[in-house]
């Protein structure tokens, strides 16, 4: 079992392990809804980590389910760890493999589908959190009212600044506490999920030129600073350029990605490069592995492999190898 901070942030404690109707029904009740899953299941594992307008699950199944779900309370985000799964919601069929990042269903959507001896992570979103995140953008709605074009993220790079956000987040996640703190964590998860999948609240923006315009005089330094690099991800990017770009000084950046997401830019933009190297090596769009590492910025080849076995819990090699192609 991955036991390192920086693999997905994962707890070691889990909250339920069993089979069967035993497994069903705990389920069901922690995810406050009939999902009807049917099929062997296996041995299954929950751990929940729950933050008010925000939690985190990881979810491993080890047989073969299908499922047929009402709608959840929640808006939720499935990253896949292992093995793969399949949702149909809204007329779509969408299948995510380890690695890939997809979202279950729109909000308040029923939804179907299956999967095999799968490992995921959820982030679950409430709808006030989406609906503070949708007003933040276009204070004349009201309510969580995002209708999501596609249940997939729109680019490799949305879809490891939502994993290298949710990373950090789910590892050091401010306490309810400490009340700023809180808040902002939360809206910055809930603004990185209309930047990583296409919808009618942000479409209306281009991505590359009016991102300040989108966000306005929003207080989060760290907000605009995760557009730029999921921008220029595979570009050269030094601190004092992001800082730069974002309008504030290398200091007051590093201590805002500090206090809302528990690391330095260098180490975000290093994660989510980590993220990039890894899709390579998975869809075959890198050659090698020394291809991947150097087209993300990394040229030490000990240290990349150090890194990605860090975040990703096996060699860089051993990805390349379940290329489907």
């Not at 991800?233 to 800082?243: F, R, S, V």
């Amino acid at each position: 079992m991955p036991h390192t901070r920086s693999r997905r942030g994962l707890p070691e404690a889990f909250e339920f392990e069993g089979s069967g109707d035993a497994a069903r029904d705990w389920l069901e009740q922690a995810f406050g809804a009939r999902l009807r899953l049917a099929g062997e299941l296996g041995d299954v594992r929950h751990h929940r980590t729950d933050h008010g307008t925000v939690a985190f699950d990881h979810l491993s199944i080890g047989g073969r389910v299908t499922f047929d779900a009402d709608a959840l309370p929640t808006l939720v985000v499935v990253d896949v760890l292992g093995g793969s799964i399949t949702y149909t919601r809204d007329g779509a069929t969408d299948t995510a493999h380890d690695g890939e990042t997809i979202l279950a269903s729109g909000w308040q959507m029923p939804f179907t589908g299956n999967g095999e001896c799968y490992d995921i992570r959820l982030t679950s979103i409430t709808g006030d959190l989406l609906a503070a995140a949708v007003a933040e953008i276009d204070p004349a709605r009201s309510g969580p009212d995002a209708r999501f074009r596609s249940y997939v993220p729109h680019s490799q790079a949305a879809a490891a600044r939502w994993r290298a956000t949710v990373d950090e987040l789910a590892a050091s996640f401010p306490d309810v506490s400490a009340v700023l703190g809180h808040a902002d964590a939360s809206l910055l998860l809930g603004h990185t999920l209309l930047d990583t999948f296409p919808n009618d609240v942000v479409d209306g923006f281009t991505r590359a030129g009016a991102r300040g315009e989108l966000y306005g005089d929003s207080p989060s330094a760290v907000r605009r600073a995760l557009n730029v690099i999921e921008d220029r991800a595979d570009q050269e990017l030094t601190l004092e350029q992001l800082a730069s770009t974002v309008a504030v000084t290398p200091r007051a950046l590093q201590y805002a990605f500090r206090k809302e997401l528990g690391c330095t830019p260098q180490d975000y933009l290093r994660r989510v490069r980590l993220d990039l190297a890894r899709q390579s090596l998975r869809d075959g769009s890198s050659d090698s592995v020394g291809d991947a590492a150097a087209r993300f910025g990394f040229f030490n080849p000990g240290r990349f492999a150090s890194d990605y076995r860090q975040v990703f819990d096996e060699n860089p090699g051993q990805t390349m190898q379940r290329n489907p192609s």
